[in-house]
């Protein structure tokens, strides 16, 4: 029997609950296999008594990176961790997205400012402040050339705090045509959802979000799958390491879809909001690679 262990986070006020967690618990163990529900950071637990480890939903993983890829470290050294390490490394810093675009992958553009690094910032059209290390919009926000000073001080907070920054055109498809998540799994296409808009103009940095609204069962074009699957070739080590792969699109100023981020570590895969249908794909999956 197969043991394989799903990865989660602990329960705290800021971090949203994995709903789809029982639902693939519970699929897994109906196939015949032992899932067993775990915490990323919990020293009690032995990984070598897994034949697979899945990462689900660390999401706290962005306040604590260091730590996070410490230990995926020592867990893939001990059993067989989904997604592999190397791919951790390179996806929990969106400094990937240079690599996408120096490899021809449409993305949106982007600036990077570090710690000591005078910021320059975009003198007409809204603009988007996040943390190259981050998930669920955590202290991202939406600008004007009039707020200056208030994107002075949302920088001056994360750098304080070691952050390097993102700074990208607010695309403006995005309150037309929605942002559309392509998913991946077991190295099949899986399922797509479309949600609205997240930051909202005069939302302060530090205030929480609604990661996901108005989320909706959506179709991708041919087009948006091409750029998934560009976006997936450029991965170290190739697209066929990965068990799952998740692709956020919006449609660029040109009306043609481009990438704004890549999720390769901790996806909502929205089976339990959006799609139960596709549970048991994804056990299948996740049963065949163990």
Known sequence: MPRIALVTCRPAPHISEDRDLPLLAAEIASAGAEATVTQWDDPAVDWAAFDLVVIRSTWDYSWRRAEFLDWAARCSARTRLANPVDVLRWSTD??????????????????YVAPGEAAELPADGEYVIKPTSGAGSRYAA???????????????RMHAEGLTAMVQPYVAGIDVSGERAVLFYGGSYLHSIRKGAVLAPGVAFDERKVAHPGLEPWEPSAAEHAVA?????VVPGGAEQLLYARVDLVDGPDGRPCVMELELVEPNLFLNAVHPGSVRAVAEAILKAA
Do not use: S
């Not at 969106?94 to 600036?111: I, N």
């Open 229 to 233: 699957q560009a976006a997936l070739a």
């Open 142 to 156: 939406r600008y004007t050339p009039a707020e200056r000073e208030d994107a002075l001080r949302h920088l001056a």
């Open 94 to 111: 969106k400094r990937y997205l240079g690599d996408l675009a120096r490899a021809g992958v449409p993305t949106v553009p982007t600036a």
